[in-house]
């Protein structure tokens, strides 16, 4: 675990940043469509004025990596200059759900991309910035493996085949983190999974069912972490932070019925609760 783990502001900023092919089979960059590339120190100012010291970046797999094994960081540099003239503390978000074109999890060549693409960013972070990094490897596993492998929603628009793609992401985020604590062990790496709820239909429900399927949220970390699945070369020490999305449609119940929201739903469970039982 890294000694130094606090945050620069209470409130962080997340710029978009996904670069997924979309159910039209179109490759979309959110960083690109909303011009945060070219306005990153206009838009770090406007963090500044309220108060927001901490941002989410996003590093675009799909952009950086012109080829197989070959890289261009080049655009990372305005991020990294305006950062350090605004004292703007970067999380640096990897895969936020985008592969370079013909890849995906379950491929044979995909963990060993991801491992280059890892060094090769970490390498290039160390030749241009003086302070830790701080990295989620990919982003959201547990939704990134059901939107792609159970609902078709991006490559490799499969269905049934969740865990799989669930059990290969963690193998390459478990083999990427390795490789940047390899040449930058103060890295702080982190996990970020959405924090959701499903709710017993009736009081005639299967309760070791629901805790089941609740517990699904928490797969991924428990992997990287060595918990689950020890043949991954998961280890306690591999995540130094967790991080946990809340989202307005995260709880549900067991057929499906999405709780109200904004108008509060007297069976949603609390934020506060949501977050002990991950514990």
């Not at 013909?102 to 995909?110: A, I, S, V, Y």
């Not at 517990?215 to 991924?220: E, G, H, I, P, T």
Request: glycine content about 6%; aromatic content about 12%.
């Amino acid at each position: 675990m890294q000694n130094n783990l606090a945050l620069k502001s209470f409130f962080m900023g997340g710029f978009e940043c996904a670069d997924h092919i979309n159910r039209s089979g179109e490759r979309i960059n959110l960083q690109k469509e909303t011009l945060h590339h070219t306005k990153v120190l206009e838009d770090y100012k406007a963090l500044k004025k309220l108060g927001i010291s901490v941002a989410r970046e996003g590093v675009c797999w799909s952009a950086v990596e012109i080829a197989p094994y070959k890289y261009d960081f080049s655009e990372l540099k305005s991020f990294i200059k305006a950062a350090e003239y605004l004292d703007i503390q970067i999380i640096w978000d990897l895969c936020h759900f985008g592969y370079p074109d013909g890849l995906f999890p379950t491929h044979p060549n995909f963990t060993a991309r991801f491992m280059s693409f890892c060094e090769r960013f970490t390498m290039f972070y160390y030749e241009n910035c003086a302070v830790e990094p701080w990295i989620v490897p990919i982003n959201e596993i547990s939704f990134l493996s059901w939107h792609s492998g159970d609902m078709r929603g991006t490559v490799p628009f499969a269905v049934n085949s969740g865990w799989d793609i669930k059990y290969h992401l963690c193998k390459a985020a478990i083999l990427g983190i390795k490789a940047i604590k390899a040449i930058l062990s103060d890295a702080v790496i982190l996990a970020v999974e959405p924090l959701v709820k499903v709710h017993s239909t009736n009081v005639n429900s299967d309760i070791m069912e629901v805790e089941r399927i609740n517990n699904f949220q928490f797969q991924a970390m428990d992997i990287i972490l060595g918990r689950e699945c020890p043949e991954l070369g998961g280890e306690e020490g591999l995540i130094d932070m967790l991080g946990f999305n809340y989202y307005y449609n995260n709880q549900w119940t067991q057929n499906n019925e999405i709780l109200p929201w904004p108008n509060f739903d007297t069976r949603m469970t609390l934020l506060s609760e949501l977050l002990l039982s991950a514990q």
